[in-house]
């Protein structure tokens, strides 16, 4: 049987090994000049893997029980069983897994030796621009006009975000052209863009903090963590955990803020009655060096500007309604959000081919019989820590597995 695989990323590679066996000849169909390029590009260079804490939560979907129901059936023991096999060792910080050797090249080497060892054929620099299906076979054609044929086919050809490394999007038109729903594609994991001038004040401060993504007044998403402050707006992991839902939003025209938090270790009104007490107990220090206690001076600055206050002013001299504009500047500050970064910054893209169309247990189309489906252009999103590429080895495994005739995954 002729099993093709188109994409030869994290889930197309794993698909591909999956496939492959006595009877079944796969090729992987490679845009790009080598497989796996964007692998390189995960967890800093790092690859973060997986994850140990694993649930369903952390995957974001118009159809989360399917998601949830394709990792479960190869889960993150069966995939480090798996890795362990190909040769790789790791190591682990609190639950996030990654290659002992700390290079995501040693990720991206194992699979790609993995597949050619099991007799697949990687033909790079070969991006199909269509599929046709004519009874029982599968013809592909390629932008150089190269034609292949296949009984099976995989389509794991990415998303939109990191285009650099190969993902242009044009699974999607495949997708769309035989008849697949493509929930809308917006970037995610990416940061947060705003016209504020203030943000030019703070950048390249690293700080604690709770962000809330409103829109209208209602709470879109939240997150808390290592906030980095940018003269574009704002960025770092809690940021680009809610990044999807603001882009949803701005894409569906709704006004969007950012309401944040930058202390929230403290209750709710703590840190009014700590303020008071500097009034009380801290009279004769200016405002600015008590503020530098607790926060980096630029983002003193801000919040100063913010509160309308000045930093040589005695703490003795502030009034009540001081001290709540520089409470509500500290626990409630308030950043309109104009834009997202693009997908040419983006991790990894939220939408894709509906998974309602897509089945579970097989990854097989239920449209079009022989067909299957994999990794990021699927409608499955998972947040920051190695969740996205254990969505491309579930799901991956799941398809190859299926459509090699194999009876497990």
């Known amino acids: 049987m002729k099993i093709a695989v188109i994409g030869g990323g994290a889930a197309g590679m794993t698909a591909a090994y999956a496939a492959a066996g006595p009877e079944n000849s796969v090729v992987i169909l490679e845009a790009g000049k080598i497989p796996g390029k964007k692998i390189l590009s995960t967890g800093n260079g790092r690859c973060n893997l997986s994850n140990r804490e694993m649930k369903k939560s952390c995957f ?4 989360p029980d399917i998601a949830w129901q394709i990792l479960q059936n190869y889960d993150v023991d069966k995939t480090l069983a798996w890795f362990k096999s190909l040769g790789l060792s790791f190591s682990e910080k609190n639950g996030y897994i990654y290659p002992r050797s700390a290079q995501a090249s040693a990720v991206r080497e194992a699979l790609e030796e993995a597949c050619i060892r099991k007799g697949v054929q990687i033909l790079s620099s070969t991006r199909v621009r269509e599929i046709r299906k004519k009874k029982n076979r599968f013809s592909l054609v390629a932008e150089d006009g190269r034609e292949f044929s296949a009984d099976r086919v995989i389509l794991t050809a990415g998303g939109m975000a990191a285009p650099s490394t190969g993902s242009d999007g044009s699974g999607y038109e495949i997708a769309r052209h035989l008849g697949h729903r493509i929930i809308p594609t917006v970037p995610a ?3 947060l863009d705003s016209s504020d001038k203030i943000c030019r004040q703070w950048h390249g401060v690293r700080t604690g903090g709770h962000i809330r993504l409103m829109t209208e007044e209602k709470i879109l998403a939240e997150d808390s963590g290592e906030l980095q402050l940018v003269r574009t707006g704002i960025s770092g992991i809690p ?10 939003a701005l894409a569906a025209g709704k006004k969007v803020h950012a309401q944040i938090d930058f202390l929230p270790e403290f209750s ?3 840190e009014t009655q700590i303020l008071s007490r500097w009034k009380k107990e801290d009279g004769d220090m200016r405002l600015y060096a008590r503020l530098h206690g607790w926060f980096p001076d630029r983002l003193c600055q801000v919040l100063l500007v913010r509160s309308g206050l000045s930093g040589e002013l005695p703490c003795r001299q502030l009034t009540e ?29 939220a939408g894709g081919v509906d998974l309602s169309e897509i089945d579970p247990d097989t990854m097989e189309s239920r449209r079009i019989r022989g067909l299957y489906f994999a990794g990021e252009i699927l409608d499955v999103d998972g947040i920051c820590g190695g969740y996205n590429l254990q969505w491309a080895w579930s799901s991956g495994r799941c398809a190859g597995f299926a459509a090699g005739g194999k009876e497990k995954v």
């Open 60 to 63: 974001r979907s118009g159809h």
């Open 189 to 191: 994991l990416t940061s």
């Open 239 to 248: 940021v680009f955990q809610v990044s999807r839902y603001a882009s949803y």
């Open 268 to 270: 709710s009104g703590e």
């Open 321 to 349: 309604r001081d001290l709540h504009r520089l409470s509500e500047a500290c626990r409630r500050f308030s950043l309109s959000i104009q834009d997202v970064h693009g997908f040419d910054q983006a991790q990894v893209t």
